[in-house]
């Protein structure tokens, strides 16, 4: 069975910075893509970020760009995402996810993580 933990979510200022880890079950996480999402009270679920297998790609929302880094340590089935410069938008519930298929992208219809909580106050 696949599990995927987040870890690290907390109450920030504004301009402060968290780490969220996202850690994963299963002898074969460095064949797959991990990515985080980001839902927020009252909107829909949006891409935060995602890291491909052997973390040489990345993407990144454009919201986040230059504020967040995601990568992996795949030694310890693990991937992190660091978030610094944090403002209020980026009070969320955040999850992480991965594909049902290793080498693929499809987060979206994968397994899922249950959250952690991220407040940014002003």
């Known amino acids: 069975q696949v599990q995927l933990v987040e870890s690290g979510g907390g109450l920030v200022q504004a301009g402060g910075s968290l780490r969220l880890s996202c850690a994963a079950s299963g002898r074969t996480f460095s064949t797959y893509t991990v990515g985080w999402f980001r839902q927020a009270s009252g909107k829909g679920r949006e891409f935060v970020a995602s890291?491909?297998?052997?973390?040489?790609?990345?993407y990144y929302a454009d919201s986040v760009k230059g504020r967040f880094t995601i990568s992996r340590d795949n030694a310890k089935n693990t991937v992190y995402l660091q978030m610094n410069s944090l403002v209020p938008e980026d009070t969320a519930v955040y999850y992480c996810?991965?594909?049902?298929?290793?080498?693929?992208?499809?987060?979206?219809?994968?397994?899922w993580g249950l959250g952690t909580q991220v407040t940014v106050s002003s």
């Open positions: 890291v491909s297998w052997n973390g040489g790609k990345t």
């Open positions: 996810a991965r594909p049902r298929t290793p080498y693929t992208d499809s987060l979206q219809s994968g397994y």
